[in-house]
């Protein structure tokens, strides 16, 4: 039998099956004596019970029979090397009815039967009291272990004998089936902000993560269209919850379950995070090139409103690699082309929220900072789970500090850092995100009557933004962004003390980085910028032949660019400071070598 591929059902059928199931179950059942393991933590027991009253397997009706072994299949699909013992709360999400999108953009709860899983799964998860007894009958017969710890819920495996059984009468692919079919549908696919919604993701991330270990050691596995279907669902979802290596991994799985049969929103999706992959590691011309072959394709009979939406996601994608190109005309165009319905459906509602923070970001980078802050505050009226929320936050204090309004940049941005780091998110991207225009807001302040209070907050935010980043392997584009922004942002703390010596310092450090990172090319405006500010701390410093090449460096890069607002102040009111002039230069009209440095002395 081993080797061959069986179903559930006809496996449950066998004679040979239940006269095994009969020997093990047809005990009588006594009291339950619990004995600690020698070999266990003294926090953890196994439960021992003895035979003394348990009916039959045999005595039961056929269905019954059937949901033992069904059972006993799908913990020994489970158990893996990795994950040896099987929570009770991850057996039981089966019941849990799963949020997914319909054909018309709109949430449908779905249980197991809804979602095509085989029969016995079905009929497995059918009644709670139903599996409660079959899974107690199970402990006390000795099929399953039951495994208690004092700080989790209980966990289940097979004993030795029932899990050797059925991997003799189930051949690895039949297990493998039933595994990915199980975990590929418990996997939560909507994002939300709950404590239990996050927790239940995190407990599940080792059971998908053998999911995809199973796809690439088996290459020549054959899913059906429904377990690919949410196996590559499941995949996207988790794919923010990994780290970078995983990362790798997922979209490695996810090219490998990439098939034309597959619906097509699915397909977009795929395409999607592919090209928000490439451009997250500065590859945003292979982006490009890949949502085209997407957006080529003919969008004729797309009445599902999920491809339609997996569709106007790929176009703003392409907007945001225009961003990086600083391509604003091919943004517009791109956000132009999707008009949201009246009334729309909910999954219509995201995307015109990804929609409207894309322009609000667009008129912030253009400079139109009123406008951004309008658009800004808009979008936090719309729904918005938590890491979409701390991403539209982070653009506000931005715009804030922008327009002048550093205190209540201050006021939105610092009750939201002290509660993420309450919740012990100190290496989060949302606190990374929100500590940015807090440490921007402190030392605007620089001037006031509390400035050395301010500088002083904003240098231990800077710094601890520093010290994130340096613990932080392979930093994506935004991060790589934002640890030269935190940078210079020391740079400036230093400035506006005057010292000196250290501004210098910190101005080496940003060129460094700027040199590692590949989101800065050598021409780049805040290259530039960065040797503009280096020449001025280098003439208050009297190295004047040091000054003038910087000077001159600055000049070489800035004479072909625009001031750029995609950090705070560095194209605007710092840069005015730093000028000595009364409003941002306009490059390449106004260069700087025709604008007094504030910094030297006439």
């Not at 039981?92 to 949020?99: D, E, H, T």
């Not at 988790?238 to 097509?264: F, G, N, Q």
């Amino acid at each position: 039998m081993a080797g061959q591929v069986r179903s559930l059902d006809a496996f449950a059928r066998e004679k040979n099956a239940l006269q095994y199931l009969g020997r093990h179950a047809g005990r009588k059942r006594k009291r339950a004596a619990v004995q600690e393991m020698p070999t266990l933590p003294s926090s953890e027991r196994q439960l021992v019970t003895s035979n003394l009253f348990t009916p039959t397997i045999t005595s039961l009706d056929y269905r019954e029979q059937d949901d033992v072994t069904s059972l006993l299949a799908l913990l020994c699909s489970l158990n893996t090397r990795k994950n040896a013992r099987l929570p009770r709360d991850v057996l039981f999400l089966g019941f849990a009815p799963q949020q997914r999108w319909n054909r018309f953009g709109n949430i449908d709860k779905v249980t197991v039967r809804d979602a095509g899983l085989t029969e016995s799964i079905s009929r497995l998860f059918a009644n709670r009291d139903k599996l409660e007894n079959t899974v107690t009958d199970c402990i006390r017969s000795g099929s399953i272990i039951e495994w208690i710890s004092g700080t989790g819920p209980p966990c289940y495996s097979l004993s030795p004998q029932s899990n050797d059984h059925i991997k003799e009468s189930y051949s690895p692919e039949s297990m493998h089936l039933i595994h990915i079919e199980y975990i590929a549908y418990i996997f939560p696919r909507m994002r939300s902000s709950g404590a239990v919604f996050q927790d239940t993701r995190k407990a599940l991330l080792p059971y998908l993560d053998s999911s995809w270990d199973i796809v690439k050691q088996e290459p020549h596995i054959k899913l059906p269209l429904h377990i690919r279907t949410n196996l590559v669902e499941a995949s996207l979802a988790a794919y923010k919850l990994v780290d970078a290596a995983r990362k790798s991994s997922c979209m490695l799985i996810l090219d490998r379950l990439h098939e034309p049969e597959l619906p097509l929103y699915v397909q977009f999706a795929i395409v999607a995070q592919k090209s928000a992959s490439l451009r997250l590691q500065g590859y945003h011309h292979q982006s490009d090139k890949l949502l085209d072959k997407s957006l080529n394709r003919s969008i004729d009979g797309l009445g599902d409103i999920r491809s339609l939406c997996a569709r106007w996601r790929l176009l703003l994608s392409q907007a945001e690699n225009a961003i990086l190109r600083r391509d604003f005309r091919q943004v517009m165009e791109c956000t132009s082309v999707y008009e949201s319905p009246i009334p729309p459906s909910a999954l219509q509602v995201e995307v015109s929220r990804l929609q409207q923070t894309l322009v609000a970001r667009l008129n912030r980078y253009r400079g139109d900072f009123k406008l951004a802050k309008t658009g800004l505050e808009l979008c936090l009226k719309l729904p918005l789970n938590e890491p979409s929320r701390y991403y539209v936050l982070h653009h506000l204090g931005d715009v804030l500090c922008e327009n002048g309004s550093p205190q209540i940049a201050i006021q939105c941005m610092k009750g939201e850092v002290d509660r993420l780091r309450s919740q012990g998110k100190e290496h989060s991207k949302a606190l990374r995100r929100a500590m940015l225009p807090l440490a921007e807001a402190y030392i605007m302040k620089w001037t006031g009557k509390d400035s050395p209070i301010a500088i002083a907050e904003g240098e231990d935010v800077a710094k601890a933004l520093l010290r994130t980043f340096e613990r932080i392997k392979n930093l994506d584009v935004s991060d790589q962004l934002s640890h030269v922004r935190s940078m210079i942002t020391l740079a400036r703390v230093y400035w506006y003390r005057g010292e000196q010596d250290l501004t210098r310092a910190a101005l080496k450090k940003s060129l460094d980085l700027t040199k590692k990172y590949p989101t800065f090319s050598e021409e780049c405006c805040y290259t530039g910028f960065i040797y503009m500010f280096l020449s001025a701390v280098e003439f208050r410093l009297q190295l004047f032949e040091e000054g003038n090449i910087s000077l001159t460096l600055a000049n070489e890069i800035l004479r072909t660019q625009m001031p750029q607002h995609f950090m705070p102040g560095l194209g605007s009111y710092f840069l005015s400071q730093l000028l000595g002039a009364s409003n941002p230069p306009k490059w390449p009209w106004s260069p700087i070598t025709q604008l007094h440095l504030s910094s030297i002395s006439p």
